[in-house]
Structure formats: C-alpha cells, structure tokens
C-alpha cells in the first residue's frame, strides 16, 4: 500500500533563507507527483508537476526534484518570503489507479519577517 | 471566471438539514473530484467523476450523495449528517488522463451542529 510521509511536519524560517521541504513514498509505481500549497482555511493551489520520467521542474523560485527509485522528492524554495508561508502538502498518483491521489499529511511553513 | 469555484464557502448546518454544495470548473476537464479534508488528516476521496459517470466511490456514507449533471458541474448533497462529517470539504478538476494536474477550488467549510 502507498504510503506518503513528509518531513518536518512543521517549520520555522527567517526570511531570505533558502529552504526545502520532503515528501517520500514507499512504492516507486507512480505516474506523477504533485505539489500543493494551502492557506489555512482554503482550497489547494496546485504549485508543480512532476512526471516520472522528470527529474525536476521549476517555476519561479521553487524547483521541485523527483528521484523515483529511491521514492523521494523535494521542493526548494529559494529566497522565502513571508508570502510563503502555508502548507505544503505533495501527493502521487499511483500507477494502480487512474484517479486517486495518495497525500502527506503536509509541511506547515512559517517565514518569519 | 477561471478555476475552479465552490459555493458555499461556509455552511453550517443541523443534522436533520438537507443541504447542497456546488462546484463548477471552468477549465475544460472532464473528470470531476470531492475530497474531504478534516483535521490533521491526509485529504480523503470520497467520489470521482468522468466524463459525468462516476468512476469511483470510495466507502462514503450513503448520507452524502454526489450528482455530476454535466462536465462543468458537481453537487454533493448531504443529509442526516453527523457533528463528525464536519470538516473542510473541497472539489477538484481534471482532464481525465493519469498524467494531468488537478485544480482545486476554496473548499467548503462544513460545520454539522
């Protein structure tokens, strides 16, 4: 069974510094992976996607890293603003299942001014 | 009007209300998705919709009942509901390919009294 677990829970940061946040899975079977950010109370924003044959994809100052055999991924946040703070949550989308995605339980960031 | 929207925002009802919440996409996907989002708790698929068939219907309670009239639209019809089912409840998009992002809306949050 797919499994998603990210690391830390919860962070805390002072503004400008680089950061990255931790999604692992237990099974490599997977078409994609999907990154989200959520303000407390609202809906998701879906940040990147990484398909399984990528490595890494970037928008802005985030870059998102897959490394499938080893089921992991990464997301990079360069130069945080307090804008960013959220949560981060990463889901995948199994390859024994058109429709279903498997989440973490997500990344509560905290930038501080 | 882009995205993904959910109405209502906030809904607070009794447990012997009926009552209804609405999505609609305008982004042109063909698979449609409810999620239910508590606290503390990975996000939970409850219904998946194709191309306005359901496609997936995972172990929800009969006391929540989806309604897919057309590819831009989706309903979620509660009744009897218990204090429990209160919780942030969001809709999300997609085109209908393993290999797509999905859109989410604000969510509706739901409080049963």
């Known amino acids: 069974k797919q499994e998603v677990t990210q690391i830390p829970a919860a962070l805390s940061v002072p503004e400008g510094e680089n950061l990255v946040l931790n999604c692992s899975f237990t099974?490599?079977?997977?078409?994609?992976l999907q990154w989200f950010r959520q303000d407390p109370g609202k809906g998701l924003t879906s940040l990147l996607l990484?398909?399984?044959s990528q490595r890494e994809q970037t928008s802005g100052r985030l870059n998102a890293s897959l490394d499938k055999s080893s089921g992991r991924s990464t997301l990079y946040i360069a130069a945080s603003q307090p804008g960013d703070s959220a949560t981060y949550l990463c889901?995948?989308?199994?390859?024994?299942?058109?429709?279903?995605?498997?989440w973490g339980a997500g990344t509560k960031l905290i930038i501080k001014p | 009007e882009t995205g993904v929207t959910q109405t209502p925002r906030h809904l607070v009802m009794g447990m012997t209300n009926k009552k209804s919440l609405k999505c609609e996409q305008h982004?042109?996907?063909?698979?449609m998705y409810w999620y239910k989002q508590s606290a503390k708790k990975p996000l939970e698929l409850m219904f998946v919709?194709?191309?306005?068939?359901?496609?997936e219907n995972n172990s929800v309670p009969s006391r929540f009942s989806p309604e897919c009239p057309n590819s831009s639209h989706l309903f979620l019809h509660l009744h009897t509901l218990q204090p429990e089912d209160s919780a942030l409840y969001l809709c999300?998009?997609?085109?209908?390919?393993?290999?797509?992002?999905?859109?989410f809306g604000q969510g509706t949050r739901l409080t049963v009294v």
């Open positions: 999300a998009s997609s085109q209908s390919s393993v290999n797509t992002e999905a859109f």
């Open positions: 982004l042109g996907h063909n698979a």
């Open positions: 919709y194709s191309l306005e068939e359901r496609v």
């Open positions: 099974d490599s079977a997977i078409y994609n």
């Open positions: 990484i398909q399984s």
């Open positions: 889901a995948v989308r199994p390859e024994d299942s058109n429709y279903q995605l498997i």
